[in-house]
């Protein structure tokens, strides 16, 4: 069956540090996958998407994602992380009209 | 473009009262999801509309709960009567034909005491 797993509940990093976020699915074709941020209160908004082609993915806000078909991952990245950068993530992944979520991960960024 | 509109952005109700949820797509998107959002079962989708016609309502949890598209800009999510354990987070999203992401609004959230 189709899932999308973050093991990560929380993570915290500095700010000006490197972030990566892990994201492994299960899905039994070509995956089209999706990273979203939520702030607080907010509505999700999409960082970036992968449906085929180049498998490093740049997205809005200086995110990028790898896509690695041999370990069913779609990690998010950050080189240098800001503090306005505190929020939930969220990975997806499409299935049919659907789109299926992870649990989240929150990020604090600490000064 | 306004992005998707819902209303109201917060509703406190006592148990047993009816509850409507409203959602306006962004103009010219085919699609329209409903979700819900807890902390103990995260992002759910409720129930998804294409051309304002129901696809797929199996995420809807139970009878109290109904939605309905009458028109391409208008949508609603109704739960009759609402109860405490209703209480979250609900999420209007919408999509074009072709594309795969989907636009989410804001949210309502709902309390239920």
């Known amino acids: 069956a189709q899932s999308v797993t973050q093991p990560d509940i929380h993570i915290t990093v500095s700010e000006g540090a490197s972030l990566e976020l892990r994201c492994n699915y299960s899905?039994?074709?070509?995956?089209?996958l999706f990273w979203y941020v939520q702030s607080p209160g907010q509505g999700l908004q999409l960082l970036l998407k992968?449906?085929?082609?180049?498998?490093l993915v740049q997205g809005i806000k200086g995110f990028e994602a790898e896509f690695k078909r041999s370990q069913s991952s779609f990690n998010l990245r950050k080189p240098s992380v800001h503090w306005s950068d505190a929020a939930e993530y969220f990975c997806a992944l499409r299935y049919g009209n659907k789109l299926v979520f992870g649990a989240g991960t929150i990020l604090r960024v600490k000064s | 473009d306004a992005g998707v509109i819902q209303s109201p952005r917060h509703e406190v109700t006592e148990m047993g009262q009816e509850v409507t949820l409203r959602c306006k797509p962004i103009?010219?998107?085919?699609?329209l999801f409903w979700y819900r959002q807890t902390m103990m079962r995260g992002l759910e989708l409720l129930i998804y509309f294409n051309n304002n016609v129901p696809i797929d309502d199996s995420g809807m949890p139970e009878d109290r709960f109904s939605a309905k598209m009458p028109n391409a800009s208008f949508s609603t999510l109704k739960i009759q009567p609402s109860e405490p354990r209703d209480s979250a987070v609900y999420f209007c999203?919408?999509?074009?034909?072709?594309?795969?992401?989907?636009?989410f609004g804001p949210g309502t959230r709902l309390t239920v005491t």
């Open positions: 999203a919408s999509s074009p034909v072709g594309l795969h992401e989907q636009y």
């Open positions: 103009s010219g998107h085919d699609y």
């Open positions: 992968y449906f085929s082609g180049d498998t």
């Open positions: 899905y039994g074709a070509t995956p089209y």
